[in-house]
């Protein structure tokens, strides 16, 4: 005999299915749902619903926007000249956080991996060239992650913008700023050695 | 001597253990009883938690009592700098037959991978005796499972080159099948040069140290250690790390994937870097594997293992743990007594099975404590 009102195990089965939530999570979001003020979960459903209605890819930079050009695409403060290329959206966020980029943004939606049958084609690597093509950028950030697929996808946007007079450049690893020498791992503090300047 | 131990070991719905608690001693730890009652099974949990993995299992789902869905190892291991705990699980997700993976350090969630090099191990299964004849996968295997516990910076160089591998395989069977894109395949093989370089220099320098601690090993065998040899061989030349560094390295897998690049793509496999390498084993300059008696074989492979022993304890300050499955049986008794003498005077704690605990009953100079494997529990005996 099953226990648990089918609609109630519908909600935590998609509640799984998320990222980041296991299925006894799932089990209590669920079950929160159903004792919670109706309003509440009026609010929930219209904003889940809406979201997808409302929130749609930049024409331009395929960030997140509710309009036809997202903030950054549609904000004349910004640098035209530099691009940063990143995977996916929330690494806007966390670079738009830094304060330290005043140019526009690129997103792949994804990385190179093979395993998963991603190749170039499922990138946004035309739309990027039809961007590159206008002439307007002078460089090119590559930001993504330093793993194996993230540095593959950086050596092969490299190759593939080379000799279109662009600067392109890499994001540099290094140690976390704030943060003593002598705690960070011997795999962070070789990369730094690797990528050391003269001052 | 900081001889590293472990105290007390809790298994849970790990194999065929319900929920065991065993507290061993230093030195000699012998685990007698009956087969298939789960002795093997301890020492793989050992094994499991000081590595973050299984060395054993093709996959961790099979470390699971038998329908359950999350199993745990918990060491309580001495060191002379303080005590430490550590602890790994793994839970199985029926619905999409995930298993997952957790660890701790003192109680504090930590990555799988800051397990290793706090309670080193060397590991003697009885396959471990034909290392010398068999496949060089397993010579591979020692030295991987060294470096690692060694060396942070080795093991991720490793698993950067095994992802960079897996992908680079995922292309070329894209390739082969008239799919996957050329120029894609280039940029996975800058990071599959780059980590296979550097984790070729590091397993021919390891190959190095082991041999100078293997020669001396051999002697006290009984064995010519003189006449002993040990070559890391890449793509079928001897890689010497004397002369040979990292740019070499990287410039030599590039060459051969150039020039096997056809024939890779036609059979959809990376046929070069160090997952083909191998550790050449001579005897007075002759393949040992054809050249060296199967008592002169065994002698060595229990040579490379005290080298292990002897490697672990010069470089990392700390003396492993000695595992031995079911392997004092198999050695004569002049073997046998030599490696207990050795490891006796070393002072390290070692954790043996064996199915005739009475042979090791009287064996001079050492502390032994014996237990009793029955039915997935454990009990000391006097």
């Not at chain 1, 700023?177 to 003269?198: H, K, M, P």
């Not at chain 2, 499955?325 to 002072?347: F, H, I, K, N, P």
Request: hydrophobic share 45%; charged share 25%.
């Amino acid at each position: 005999m099953n226990l648990i009102p089918v609609a109630i195990e519908r909600l935590s089965a998609e509640y799984a299915r998320l990222p980041g939530i296991g299925p006894k999570t799932a089990q209590r979001l669920a079950f929160h749902c159903m004792a919670a003020p109706p309003d509440d979960v009026t609010r929930l459903a219209d904003a889940l619903y809406a979201l997808r209605g409302v929130v749609r890819p930049c024409s331009q930079c395929l960030f997140l926007s509710e309009a036809d050009l997202c903030a950054v695409c549609s904000n004349p403060r910004r640098d035209p000249t530099q691009l940063c290329v990143v995977e996916e959206a929330l690494d806007v966020l966390a670079i738009e956080r830094s304060g330290e980029f005043g140019g526009l943004y690129h997103v792949l939606g994804g990385v190179l991996s093979p395993i998963d049958g991603i190749g170039p084609n499922q990138l946004s690597l035309d739309q990027l060239d039809n961007r590159l093509g206008a002439g307007t950028v002078v460089e090119v950030v590559i930001a993504t992650d330093p793993d194996v697929e993230g540095e593959a996808t950086a050596h092969y946007l490299a190759d593939r913008l080379a000799g279109r007079g662009l600067t392109v450049t890499r994001l540099a690893h290094g140690l976390p700023a704030g943060a003593d020498l002598q705690y960070a791992d011997e795999v962070t503090v070789a990369r730094a050695f690797q990528g050391r300047r003269s001052l | 001597m900081n001889a590293c131990r472990i105290e007390s070991l809790r298994l849970y719905e790990f194999r065929n253990y319900a929920d065991t608690t065993v507290e061993f001693g230093p030195g000699l730890n012998v685990m007698g009883g009956r087969n298939a009652q789960g002795k093997t099974n301890l020492l793989e949990a050992v094994a499991t938690l000081t590595l973050s993995r299984s060395p054993r299992a093709a996959s961790s789902a099979d470390l699971f009592r038998w329908g359950s869905t999350a199993c745990l190892v918990e060491a309580h291991v001495h060191r002379l700098d303080g005590p430490a705990d550590l602890g790994v699980r793994f839970t199985y997700d029926t619905a999409t037959r995930h298993v997952g993976r957790s660890a701790t350090v003192n109680g504090k969630p930590r990555p799988a991978r800051s397990l290793l090099g706090i309670c080193p191990v060397v590991l003697f299964w009885p396959d471990d005796l034909l290392l010398v004849k068999a496949g060089p996968e397993g010579r591979r295997r020692l030295l991987d499972v060294v470096l690692s516990q060694l060396d942070p910076r080795a093991m991720a160089e490793l698993h950067r080159y095994r992802r960079a591998l897996e992908q680079r395989n995922a292309l070329m069977r894209q390739l082969r099948d008239g799919g996957g894109s050329l120029s894609a395949l280039a940029s996975f093989e800058a990071e599959f040069i780059d980590a296979g370089a550097r984790v070729r220099v590091a397993r021919a320098r390891l190959v190095q140290d082991l041999l100078h601690w293997a020669v001396p090993a051999l002697v006290q065998l009984g064995g010519d250690g003189e006449a002993l040899g040990l070559n890391y061989v890449a793509g079928g030349a001897v890689f010497d790390p004397t002369t040979g560094d990292v740019d070499q390295a990287r410039s030599a897998i590039s060459t051969r994937l150039q020039a096997r690049r056809a024939e890779e793509v036609a059979r959809g496999i990376s046929l070069v870097g160090p997952h083909r390498d191998d550790v050449e084993v001579l005897l007075a300059g002759r393949p040992a594997r054809t050249a060296a008696s199967q008592g002169q074989q065994r002698s060595i492979v229990l040579a490379l293992k005290l080298a292990e022993v002897a490697h672990i304890r010069a470089t990392a300050d700390v003396s492993p743990v000695l595992i031995l499955d079911d392997v004092l049986s198999e050695l004569d008794e002049t073997r046998r007594q030599s490696l207990l003498a050795t490891v006796a005077e070393s002072g390290i704690q070692v954790l043996v099975t064996t199915a005739e605990p009475a042979a090791l009953h009287g064996l001079g100079g050492t502390e032994i404590h014996f237990f009793e494997v029955d039915a997935g529990s454990i009990r000391p005996v006097r």
